[in-house]
Each structure stands twice: as C-alpha cells, then as structure tokens.
C-alpha cells in the first residue's frame, strides 16, 4: 500500500523544516519505505505498521505544538509491492525516458 503523509504544526512560524525532520525521523526509525516530496511524504507499507508510526509522530509533534494538522491518504492496490519505485518507472517510460535499475 502506498500512502501519503502530510503533516505539521499550525503557528510554527514560517519554516516547518524542523518539524517535519521529526516527522520522517519517526518513519526512518520504524524502517519503513518512504520518500519526501516538497508537500507530502510517500510511504509503502500496510495499515498495521504505519499507523503506530503517524501516531508516534503525532504525539512528538504534539509534545512540542499546540496544533497538528495531518492528512493521510492510502493507495490499497491488491497484490502490488514495491509500488514507491515502479509508479514512477512506470510514467518514465511512457514519457519514452531512460528508466534506473
């Protein structure tokens, strides 16, 4: 399953790098597959090994700020795996370019 991850603290200011790090720290740590886009964070895994994850990350974020705002979106296609890299591999070659090993 792929899923996107946004989240952050409300009234952090005009940066929210910091937060963020916390964020992908929580996903890093649990090994999970993940890559970070400029307004989410894309990551394979299932329900019951993520969601321990967003909620860690949550509770950090909330330790910290008063407001968090989370979005979490899931792409549940049967019998996929390793859907981070192919999705993308996939457009790549229909837009005729050179597609990693």
Excluded: N
């Excluded at 790090?21 to 649990?30: K, N, P, S």
């Excluded at 949550?58 to 792409?75: E, I, Y």
């Amino acid at each position: 399953m792929l899923f996107s991850l946004t989240m952050f603290p409300i009234g952090a200011g005009d940066t929210i790098a910091g937060p963020v790090a916390d964020v992908i720290d929580e996903i890093d740590r649990a090994g999970l597959s993940y890559e970070v886009t400029g307004m989410d964070t894309i990551i394979e895994a299932g329900w019951d090994e993520l969601l321990p994850v967003v909620r860690q990350a949550h509770d950090r974020l909330r330790a910290k700020h008063a407001r968090v705002f989370t979005v979490l979106m899931c792409d549940d296609h049967a019998g996929s795996e390793g859907r981070l890299e192919s999705s993308i591999h996939d457009i790549e070659r229909r837009l005729g370019r050179p597609v990693p090993h």
